[in-house]
């Protein structure tokens, strides 16, 4: 059990060390950014924004409204690393069925010559 409980620890701690370097990508923070820019800002106005129109905006929201932005940059950021994530499992996994599907063809290919 020991074994195997350490072998598993290594490939959660490899996975998660992906996962952390797909989400600290320049365009995944990028795009994160822009969209709770737009996301946060609309939900912000939703939330808060009778009291920001009536000028009776109070400091007691400044941690409520920063959290409006956090959950859409939180949100962007997990949605492209798992996307990224997908995309590169799918490109290793073709990759190696072209491999598999080209060798056939090749020989299919050298037949007729």
């Known amino acids: 059990m020991g074994k195997r409980f350490a072998t598993r620890f290594v490939y959660i701690v490899r996975e998660m060390r992906t996962f952390i370097a797909y989400c600290t990508e320049p365009d995944t923070l990028l795009r994160s950014l822009k969209t709770a820019l737009v996301v ?22 400044v941690i409520p409204a920063l959290v409006t932005y956090l959950i ?15 995309r590169d499992r799918l490109r290793s996994a073709g990759s190696s069925w072209r491999q598999h599907e080209q060798s056939p063809s090749k020989t299919r290919q050298s037949e007729h010559d």
């Open 72 to 86: 859409p940059f939180a949100v962007a950021t997990y949605g492209q690393a798992q996307g990224k994530r997908q």
């Open 40 to 61: 946060g800002t609309i939900l912000g106005l939703i939330n808060h924004g009778s009291e920001l129109l009536s000028g009776q905006f109070a400091w007691n929201w």
